[in-house]
């Protein structure tokens, strides 16, 4: 049991609620305490011992991210103490190191070794659920996706978590977690909880 963890759940766009509430289901589930917020600017950076990046446009997060100074302010946490981080959807696409279209010269936090591809599954219209194996996960999980991105090549550290038709949905490096589905969108907390294991393995 561990008292006072202090979560950020960065509030830009997308399932942000959802992201708070999960979160906080799991911490009362497993009897750990803390605060779960929303990151507000980059001095909240440097108080949390880990960061939750919702869904939304890739793109858009990360024009906010660089003009807000979160971008630097994350940047620093992850090279100076590897602060745990989830990213969903396009969460996923910002911590990625390449993108196989940059048009928009999106802004990547290079957290991951990976190289994604947004909107890989299609458009909105497009969106589906579907059971999938993840490793480690004794049951499949029923994965929501949302113009979902897939991981297109991974590298280095980087471990392959789930993978659907080909394409990798889920991966590992170190304490950072990219999904490139919605766990926030179901009731199902295995995915907030495979993260509060890395966040108090790292506390610990
Ligand atoms: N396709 C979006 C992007 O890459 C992500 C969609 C989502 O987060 N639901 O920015």
């Given at each position: 049991?561990?008292?006072?963890?202090?979560?950020?759940?960065?509030?830009?766009?997308?399932a942000v609620?959802?992201?708070?509430?999960?979160?906080?289901?799991?911490?009362?589930?497993?009897?750990?305490?803390?605060?779960?917020?929303?990151?507000?600017?980059?001095?909240?950076?440097?108080?949390?011992?880990?960061?939750?990046?919702?869904?939304?446009?890739?793109?858009?997060?990360?024009?906010?991210?660089?003009?807000?100074?979160?971008?630097?302010?994350?940047?620093?946490?992850?090279?100076?103490?590897?602060?745990?981080?989830?990213g969903t959807?396009?969460?996923?696409?910002?911590?990625?190191?390449?993108?196989?279209?940059?048009?928009?010269?999106?802004?990547?936090?290079?957290?991951?070794?990976?190289?994604?591809?947004?909107?890989?599954?299609?458009?909105?219209?497009?969106?589906?659920?579907?059971?999938?194996?993840?490793?480690?996960?004794?049951?499949?999980?029923?994965?929501?996706?949302?113009?979902?991105?897939?991981?297109e090549k991974?590298?280095?550290?980087?471990?392959?978590?789930?993978?659907?038709?080909?394409?990798?949905?889920?991966?590992?490096?170190?304490?950072?977690?990219?999904?490139?589905?919605?766990?926030?969108?179901?009731?199902?907390?295995?995915?907030?909880?495979?993260?509060?294991?890395?966040?108090?393995?790292?506390?610990?």
């Amino acid at each position: 049991m561990v008292n006072g963890l202090t979560i950020g759940v960065i509030g830009i766009q997308g399932a942000v609620s959802e992201h708070l509430t999960s979160m906080r289901k799991i911490l009362e589930e497993t009897n750990n305490s803390g605060e779960v917020f929303i990151v507000r600017n980059k001095d909240d950076i440097k108080k949390i011992d880990a960061l939750i990046f919702p869904g939304g446009e890739s793109t858009i997060i990360s024009r906010i991210l660089f003009k807000s100074g979160l971008y630097s302010a994350i940047s620093k946490r992850l090279k100076e103490d590897n602060l745990p981080i989830i990213g969903t959807c396009a969460g996923c696409v910002i911590l990625a190191s390449e993108m196989t279209d940059n048009k928009k010269d999106v802004k990547l936090l290079s957290a991951i070794d990976m190289n994604v591809k947004r909107n890989a599954f299609g458009r909105q219209k497009d969106s589906f659920e579907k059971y999938i194996d993840i490793k480690g996960f004794s049951k499949p999980y029923n994965a929501v996706f949302i113009r979902a991105p897939s991981i297109e090549k991974v590298w280095g550290n980087c471990e392959i978590l789930a993978e659907i038709d080909n394409k990798i949905v889920m991966v590992k490096q170190e304490k950072i977690l990219a999904v490139s589905f919605h766990p926030e969108l179901t009731e199902d907390l295995r995915i907030h909880k495979y993260f509060l294991d890395i966040i108090l393995e790292n506390i610990s």
